[in-house]
Structures are given as structure tokens and as C-alpha cells.
């Protein structure tokens, strides 16, 4: 079919500060991307959700990827760092 939902996309994004990571990651989780990379930067208020001892020990970058990669996993993504 010419349905653009049926053909497979990949989303790239490099350098989306702050929740715009999130965004795109919602949007790709959303739109069912065959593929998504991410490329964060600005992690001021993205580790919110978060228990506070994971950011803590991790630091509020590594809090907001672990919660990222939990996010796309229960999607069905393989997660890599």
C-alpha cells in the first residue's frame, strides 16, 4: 500500500536538549519506528521520574538514560549504550 505507516522509518537524533531526547523517543516509541538512535545532551530536569537514590549514585545523566532504555525496552527496542 502507498500508506506511509506502512513502511518502516528509522528516527536519528543528535544533540536533542534536554526533554527533547524524550520527545523523540516517544515519538518513535509512538509511530512504531523500525529503529531509533539518540544522541542526548542537556540532561538539566531529565532524570525526573527517577527514584532520587538512582540519581544519587548515577548522576542525573545516567538516571535519565537508564530511564530512557527501560522506556524503549517495555516498547520491544533492543537498548545498547
Request: charged content about 20%.
Amino acid at each position: 500500500s502507498d500508506d506511509a505507516t506502512d513502511e518502516a522509518s528509522i528516527i536519528i537524533s543528535t544533540h536533542a536538549c534536554g526533554s527533547l531526547t524524550d520527545d523523540v523517543i516517544r515519538y518513535a516509541v509512538e509511530s512504531r519506528a523500525a529503529s531509533v538512535s539518540v544522541m542526548p545532551c542537556c540532561y538539566t530536569g531529565t532524570a525526573k521520574g527517577t527514584p532520587f537514590g538512582v540519581q544519587r549514585m548515577f548522576g542525573v545523566s545516567a538516571s535519565a538514560d537508564i530511564k530512557r532504555s527501560f522506556l524503549l525496552h517495555d516498547a520491544g527496542y533492543h537498548v545498547d549504550f
